[in-house]
T-cell receptor, first 115, second 113 residues
Framework: DTGVSQDPRHKITKRGQNVTFRCDPI?????LYWYRQTLGQGPEFLTY????????KSRLLSDRFSAERPKGSFSTLEIQRTEQGDSAMYLC?????????????FGNGTRLTVT | DAKTTQPPSMDCAEGRAANLPCNHS???????VYWYRQIHSQGPQYIIH???NNETNEMASLIITEDRKSSTLILPHATLRDTAVYYC??????????????FGAGTRLFVKA
């Protein structure tokens, strides 16, 4: 399968713990996006990378959240000191730049439950 | 990016065409219309996009009105597997634009046997 891969699919953690999610985009895609989705809502934009550069962060991304894409390939999203309000599906997507119209290709997400 | 308005839910009989409307009355000239869908427990899936001409692919057809203020996604022969949330999005496209696709709440389509 050459689609976007996310790991783990599910994560249950206790409040106050740190968690890290990984996203492997489609190999030739240089843009990578993180979204968060809560029940009944559409995905909310969190942050975006072009290659290894993080070009935009949403106000939703508090200081407890950090995302990296060190070599312009896979990306990690870390949440420190998790809170119950962080419980959500975290989605990763990738796309090509330069073609302008390139749509987003999403992974199946990591579902986080904070107890 | 312009805002879109979609009905919260729709029903369709299996085998019939599903016509999903989207209003984007504030769309500007350089904004494209994109459609995605999300089946339960999966990430959103790209369906189709267009600027002003009608578009068709193996999944669906996209009809955009002449004034571009609204569009309709057509699934010609809906199946039970087409039950999903369908998102209509407009975004600027370009080398530096279009990087932040904003999703609304979408339309929940129920295909019934």
């Amino acid at each position: 399968d050459t689609g976007v891969s996310q790991d783990p699919r599910h994560k249950i953690t206790k409040r106050g713990q740190n968690v890290t999610f990984r996203c492997d985009p489609i190999s030739e895609h240089n843009r990578l996006y993180w979204y968060r989705q809560t029940l009944g809502q559409g995905p909310e934009f969190l942050t975006y990378f072009q290659n290894e550069a993080q070009l935009e962060k949403s106000r939703l991304l508090s200081d407890r959240f950090s995302a990296e894409r060190p070599k312009g390939s896979f990306s990690t999203l870390e949440i420190q000191r998790t809170e119950q309000g962080d419980s959500a599906m975290y989605l990763c997507a990738s796309s090509l730049s330069g073609t302008g119209q390139s749509p987003l290709h999403f992974g199946n997400g990591t579902r986080l439950t904070v107890t | 990016d312009a805002k879109t308005t979609q009905p919260p839910s729709m029903d369709c009989a299996e085998g019939r065409a599903a016509n999903l409307p989207c209003n984007h009355s504030t769309i500007s000239g350089n904004e494209y219309v994109y459609w995605y869908r999300q089946i339960h427990s999966q990430g959103p899936q790209y369906i189709i996009h267009g600027l002003k001409n009608n578009e068709t692919n193996e999944m669906a057809s996209l009809i955009i009105t002449e004034d571009r203020k609204s569009s309709t996604l057509i699934l010609p022969h809906a199946t039970l597997r087409d039950t999903a949330v369908y998102y209509c999005i407009v975004r600027v496209v370009g080398d530096t634009g279009g990087f932040k696709t904003i999703f609304g709440a979408g339309t929940r389509l129920f295909v019934k046997a």
